[in-house]
């Protein structure tokens, strides 16, 4: 690696003072330095013959400059969707002259605590967290708010006050496809999907409500199946279980799942045992994963986040620190399996 | 934002002079300052009561520490490939203390030009070059290498010299999959992909070949159909045509895809055309993208880069320059698609 040339070294080479050059290449110089035509169009041409470029980490300690580098917090062990949102951030912060640093968390609290003090280190211009299901997340956050730059939130985890936040309308999409899905003659219309620990699935079971109202129909608690796999209780035991009670017994002729993972795992197991969709029963899924939804047999109906609108909000936040954004509305993507 | 306590505060708050707790909080300080257990350890608890950091920016200015950031060039744009590396390798480089900053490319020289330019700003410790197909790009690698710190390329492009570089090799799976499909009986395994531009792709027409010769079988040119898709030319109809003349007029039983999103589109057309997969016609992927091979009926047999594998190269070639890593080798991961 070259060594970078300095403002001492050009003013030797271009035969001024220092003063000069600081004068010439310092954007915010608040000297009274004046430098003559000839002197700053030499002084600029050995720079850009040495490709000078201002020296970041002193105008930083100056005051004269922000790093632009702006820290996201994921978890991409736990769900494609932070992959999928990760690209189009990374495209609206450029567009802003900021660039992306990834901290990856875990749940493990010791380890988010490393990755914020290491956020501080580094003089980000502002954090965006997309991530927070950590144990012990509401001390550490409220511990680390007050420490850390302009900050944004992906929904507020409980508890955590003094952020800016960007929040997802899970229910309209479930509202879309129940209409969707009345529209098209089903008369029961299932949903299934796992707990209510979340409020994205809290937000699920609400748009399930509103749809079915607005379509006049009744809510059938034998038509809701909500549970979450346990080490004594296996995925593919809750889904033979969720078949067997909605399409079964309940007759449903139309299921909403919580997730595309789930939704391709009804499908087969619906195919299995001679239920074709959308035949006999429709399928939705949810999160528009699209290897998954072009993948299946029929191609998967969805519920679409709108990631660059998300990623486009989360990126104006840090800049407009107090506005409320309306959140971003999730939407119905209709494929084969539901028609 | 708290402003961050200094050395000078510090030094106030615990009445001692600067240059003394300089001497207890700079690890590599150089002076001669002899401090007391007492103040030594009245100005530890003081930083840690006011949660003080060094500051970075000063510490790298002094030439005391690197920035531990590694700049990641990318286009997440036009594969999966770079989502499914990506957080493989910011495991890998945090294990190391090192912290990933995404630099994303188009084919546009300008833009990675001021990528590029960005990147000597912050004053990376290494960057990793995992996208590199950009117009002009032998002329602008050229350029830059020696302004950036270690580089280190996933398959140096042509023309370029002076960086390490970590390989794949993308022949050892298909060659893998030749075995086992010989093995299980197919007698005419066809290869359809993309042309052969890339290495990559040329490294897969070398691995059928060795595999081919190792079980025995002829090369015969009308099982190989290597077309790229056009504006006057759609994929579709590529597709169409591949089953056309490997599968029904070459009587393959059996094609090993370019990869995993054409694989779906061959298995989709030989559906249509009652050619059932693997019961007349085998089928086998390439990227072993989980959620396309696990969504399909039959489940998708593909070739696995090893990804894990893949990243920790990348980050140990950083620490290594100079060291000759053997490439990564593909494998093939047997599904239904191939039994």
Excluded at 251 to 267: H, M, P, R, S, T
Aim: charged content about 25%; some cysteine.
């Amino acid at each position: 690696m070259q060594k970078r040339i300095s403002q001492r070294e050009i003013a030797r080479l271009a035969n001024v003072r220092q003063e000069t050059v600081s004068a010439v290449l310092n954007p915010n110089s608040r000297g009274n330095t004046r430098v003559s035509a000839e002197s700053r169009e030499r002084i600029l041409r050995i720079a850009a013959e040495h490709n000078y470029r201002p020296n970041l980490q002193a105008r930083i300690l100056r005051g004269d400059s922000g790093s632009n580098l702006i820290g996201v917090l994921i978890n991409a062990r736990i769900s494609q969707f932070f992959y999928d949102l990760l690209l189009p951030l990374e495209v609206e912060l450029r567009k802003r002259h900021r660039r992306m640093i990834i901290g990856q968390l875990g749940n493990d609290a010791a380890e988010a605590e490393s990755v914020l003090q290491n956020f501080i280190d580094y003089n980000l211009d502002g954090v965006i967290v997309l991530h927070h299901d950590i144990s012990d997340g509401r001390r550490l956050f409220n511990h680390y708010l007050p420490l850390l730059p302009e900050t944004v939130f992906l929904e507020v985890p409980p508890g955590v006050s003094g952020a800016a936040a960007v929040s997802i309308d899970f229910a309209n999409g479930v509202r879309e496809a129940v209409a969707h899905l009345a529209a098209g003659g089903r008369r029961r219309i299932a949903l299934c999907m796992n707990d209510l620990r979340f409020l994205s699935m809290q937000m699920r079971l609400e748009g399930y409500r509103r749809g079915l109202e607005e379509a006049g129909r009744p809510f059938d608690e034998s038509l809701i199946f909500i549970r979450e796999p346990r080490p004594d209780y296996t995925f593919a035991e809750l889904i033979s279980d969720a078949v067997d009670l909605l399409a079964v017994r309940g007759k449903a002729d139309a299921v909403i799942a919580g997730n595309d993972e789930w939704a391709l795992a009804l499908l087969r197991e619906m195919n299995r045992r001679g239920l074709p969709v959308p035949g006999k029963v429709a399928l939705v899924g949810y999160g528009n994963i699209l290897n998954i939804c072009r993948s299946t047999t029929p191609e998967l109906t969805s519920i679409h986040h709108g990631m660059e609108e998300l990623a486009a909000k989360l990126a104006a936040a840090l800049e407009k620190p107090g506005t409320r954004f309306p959140p971003v509305l999730s939407h119905l993507v209709v494929r084969q399996s539901s028609i």
